[in-house]
């Protein structure tokens, strides 16, 4: 890895990035999103679900009825809070999980039918009996999806996703963004590229192809198709590489790379890259990293 760079998990892959970039990031499992809350202890975390139960027992159906159902207790503490999912229609209900791992607490905000609640609640105990808290600065190691300084220690096959975004520092003009998901796409990138090469910079004209072909990293099976253009003085970029996945696995996610240099308020390329080779060298640092996390599935 090169000097002032780290290594960062997220899902169960891992991926370098500059040490000075922000990172910001998205999850969801199961299709509902995950949130990272404040941290706290068995005090603060019965604060902030009590406080949010009253919230939802202060709130009233069409029927007159109040919104909260129950509260299920799942295990280490978790707690699911169940309610009306809408105020004029009592068929689903909203389940609000509050996850507890050490001192992270994470909140999962979803939804189900009736008659599917109490199978919900079963999987939100398995969950509720795998998150762990990842020690700061280290590597997780094992089964497990990562969320911040958190895993889910499972590797049941579901739908899960994960976003990052990678802010670089001194590049306010670049969008860098890694992401993937458990399914697949229904063709490899090139293939369906018919106007992609236009639209990734929303040009029609100026273009120039710096790259387009098969990409592989690793093991994994992917395509990169990158393009350059001028406008008015300065270089704009649409980089793009994809990895199309396979349909339930969890080991071969359909994985995208993108980065962006558009139209903004920066009238030159100082906020963003000198030249191509200084965008192509990130880019390639960044690509060639991304694997999957030894023993993650």
């Not at 990172?23 to 941290?39: F, G, M, N, R, S």
Request: aromatic content about 8%; proline content about 5%; charged content about 25%.
């Amino acid at each position: 890895m090169k000097p002032d760079w780290k290594t960062h998990a997220i899902g169960r892959h891992l991926v370098d990035v500059p040490a000075s970039a922000q990172l910001v990031e998205t999850w969801k499992y199961h299709k509902d999103p995950i949130e990272l809350l404040t941290p706290g202890d068995n005090t603060q975390f019965g604060q902030l679900v009590s406080q949010r139960e009253a919230q939802l027992k202060a709130q009233v159906q069409r029927s007159g009825k109040t919104s909260f159902v129950e509260r299920a207790l799942l295990l280490n503490g978790s707690v699911a809070l169940v309610s009306w999912y809408r105020p004029y229609n009592e068929s689903d209900y909203a389940l609000e999980t509050y996850f507890r791992a050490g001192k992270e607490i994470l909140r999962s905000p979803g939804a189900v039918t009736v008659g599917k609640k109490e199978k919900a609640l079963e999987f939100l105990k398995r969950c509720s009996d795998k998150w762990r808290e990842i020690p700061d600065g280290q590597i997780p190691e094992g089964i497990g999806f990562v969320v911040g300084n958190t895993i889910l220690a499972d590797n049941i096959p579901t739908y899960e996703s994960w976003h990052l975004l990678i802010q670089l520092a001194g590049k306010p003009d670049v969008t860098f963004q890694v992401s993937g998901f458990v399914g697949a796409a229904d063709e490899g990138l090139r293939k369906r590229a018919g106007g992609i090469l236009a639209s990734m910079l929303g040009m029609a004209a100026g273009l120039s192809q710096l790259r387009n072909h098969a990409r592989p990293v690793g093991p994994i099976q992917a395509d990169e198709i990158l393009v350059a253009g001028n406008q008015n003085g300065k270089r704009g970029y649409g980089f793009k590489w994809e990895a199309p996945g396979k349909d339930y696995s969890l080991a071969e996610p359909n994985l995208n790379v993108s980065l962006q240099v558009r139209e903004s308020a920066y009238a030159t390329n100082r906020e963003s890259f000198s030249s191509d080779d200084e965008a192509l060298e990130l880019w390639d640092t960044v690509v060639n990293s991304i694997r999957l996390r030894a023993g993650a599935v």
